[in-house]
């Protein structure tokens, strides 16, 4: 897979090409390329939650609504894996509960990727999947009552979390 800087390079090329942003065109391109080399289900499940701006929050969460959407983009997908790659601040715990029991229900083997960050519920719905992906730079937030919220940064090589289902 490409570096981030070579993704922003390919998007300014492709604008230059089109004078169209070329955003939904290449995350496609990047998203078909990891399907081909693991011939698995991929969902991206992503928000724009690392930059300031003034989008409501339940708009960039995770909520009750994202069942929904995650049904809709389920149906008819065959075989048993998933990748699921996940950037996101969060949201609601009875919500990523829900999602995480439709998941369950729809497949055996659940794989997360995390490329940047997770935060506490987005890092309870990885951590309900049968194995974590993730790069030396990404994280996961995990509330913890004894000492207050805790930054967890994992590498590449550590196995974080695995459910028993």
């Keep these: 897979m490409p570096t981030w800087g070579e993704i922003l390079k390919e998007l300014r090329i ?36 690392t ?14 609504e994202d069942v929904q959407g995650f049904m809709e983009v389920i149906a008819g997908l065959p075989g048993e894996s998933l990748d699921l790659i996940i950037h996101s601040p969060g949201g609601s715990a009875e919500a990523t509960e829900a999602l995480v029991k439709y998941l369950r229900s729809k ?12 935060m506490p519920a987005a890092t309870m719905l990885a951590c309900a999947c049968n194995k974590i992906v993730m790069g030396k730079h990404s994280f996961i937030y995990k509330p913890h009552r004894s000492s207050g919220n805790s930054l967890y940064s994992l590498g590449y090589k550590n196995d974080p979390c695995s459910s028993y289902y």
């Excluded at 942003?21 to 399907?35: A, H, I, T």
């Design 14 to 49: 492709e604008f230059e090409k089109e004078k169209v942003p070329p955003f939904d065109k290449v995350r496609r391109k990047y998203l078909r390329e990891l399907w081909k080399y693991t011939q698995r289900n991929t969902i991206l499940y992503a928000s724009k939650w």
């Design 51 to 64: 930059r300031s701006t003034n989008v409501p929050s339940d708009l960039i969460s995770i909520t009750d």
């Design 107 to 118: 497949f055996s083997d659940v794989r997360a990727i995390i490329p940047y960050g997770a």
